[in-house]
């Protein structure tokens, strides 16, 4: 099962507003079939009049929560900056099965009667102690994160490349951080901006390690899209007197 996710500021957006209920009812709809059937936000039109009206998703498209992409579908407006990408899902799927049907061998491979015995073998007097049945094909640790969590390794990064965070623990903000974004409609890559944005401030430089942290954690909780870049505006030819009297 997955879920279509709406921010929790839209009851009152302009846009939404401006559209009225039954349009952005239907917006809602539209995108809670998109996310069980994985297409991206995409919706055919079929499906579109089903649920609402032609007239109800003109408005819809007036006020910007639709975009136009073709004669037999259309786009819902940001889908994928609040929704995880079809290929994220499949992705989790495969990786929750795995873990699964692994689990699964591990715990059928050997009765518990014939595990007890080994267990009272293992010394207990400060000698190195031996797994009496290791995992012949161990995952590491690191490795089963990154490819459940795949910002960790870029927040993690990112908090380690400033002084300002030299003694926090990294990996384990990072990695609290990246869980948070499965189910939060953020993406990682907001989260760097808001790690490099807290260190550039430097408005932690002083603070107690508990107190940077929590610092840290609420900028990158906050974390928003970050701007688009302002266009250059356009260049204006010199048509001075002077420069034409040069040319002569």
Not at 3 to 13: A, E, G, L, Q
Not at 107 to 135: C, F, M, S, Y
Not at 205 to 216: I, P, V
């Amino acid at each position: 099962m997955t879920w279509f996710k709406i921010d929790d500021k839209s009851t009152f957006h302009a846009k939404i507003v401006d559209a009225g209920n039954e349009a952005w009812g239907a917006v809602c709809r539209a995108g809670a079939w998109s996310s069980e059937r994985l297409t991206d936000g995409r919706v055919p039109w079929p499906i579109a009049l089903a649920i609402a009206s032609r007239s109800v998703w003109n408005r819809a498209f007036k006020a910007g929560l639709c975009d136009a992409v073709g004669d037999g579908e259309f786009q819902i407006h940001d889908y994928l900056d609040w929704n995880p990408s079809r290929d994220e899902v499949l992705r989790l799927r495969a990786l929750r099965s795995d873990s699964g049907r692994t689990g699964g061998k591990r715990r059928h491979a050997k009765p518990k009667a014939a595990v007890k015995p080994l267990l009272k073998q293992v010394p207990t007097n400060g000698e190195a102690k031996i797994n009496p049945d290791p995992d012949p094909d161990p995952v590491p640790k690191e490795e089963e994160e990154a490819a459940r969590l795949p910002g960790l390794a870029m927040l993690e990064t990112e908090i380690r490349r400033h002084d300002l965070f030299a003694d926090l623990d990294a990996h384990a903000i990072a990695k609290s951080q990246a869980e948070r974004l499965i189910t939060a409609p953020q993406k990682p890559e907001w989260l760097v901006e808001a790690i490099r944005e807290c260190a550039e401030k430097n408005v932690g430089q002083g603070l107690q390690n508990g107190a940077l942290q929590s610092l840290l954690v609420g900028f990158m909780r906050r974390a928003k899209r970050p701007k688009a870049p302002e266009p250059e505006p356009p260049k204006v030819e010199d048509f001075s007197l002077e420069k034409y009297r040069r040319k002569r």
